[in-house]
């Protein structure tokens, strides 16, 4: 089975980026049974730094994927 992902561009990443800096975020989240983030902030601003290393590299996306993740997360 093939799946169909969305490879980000910059321009899509700097909107996430940009979300995240006006968002009140708490300490720390449990993303899912299994994901708990201590240090939300220092996590998130980690990520994207991460993820504008690899963004063009769709196997390298994981990052990303997390960082929409959280945003859905905070947006419930």
């Given at each position: 089975m093939k799946y169909d992902r969305h490879?980000?561009?910059?321009?899509?990443?700097?909107?996430?980026?940009?979300?995240?800096?006006?968002?009140?975020?708490?300490?720390?989240?449990?993303?899912?049974?299994?994901?708990?983030?201590?240090?939300?902030?220092?996590?998130?601003?980690?990520?994207?730094w991460q993820a504008e290393q690899c963004y063009e590299n769709p196997k390298m996306q994981g990052c990303i994927i997390l960082l929409e993740r959280i945003k859905e997360k905070l947006s419930e």
């Open positions: 490879l980000y561009t910059l321009e899509e990443l700097r909107q996430l980026e940009e979300w995240f800096e006006g968002e009140e975020m708490p300490e720390e989240m449990h993303l899912d049974k299994a994901t708990y983030i201590p240090n939300l902030k220092e996590t998130v601003k980690r990520l994207c």
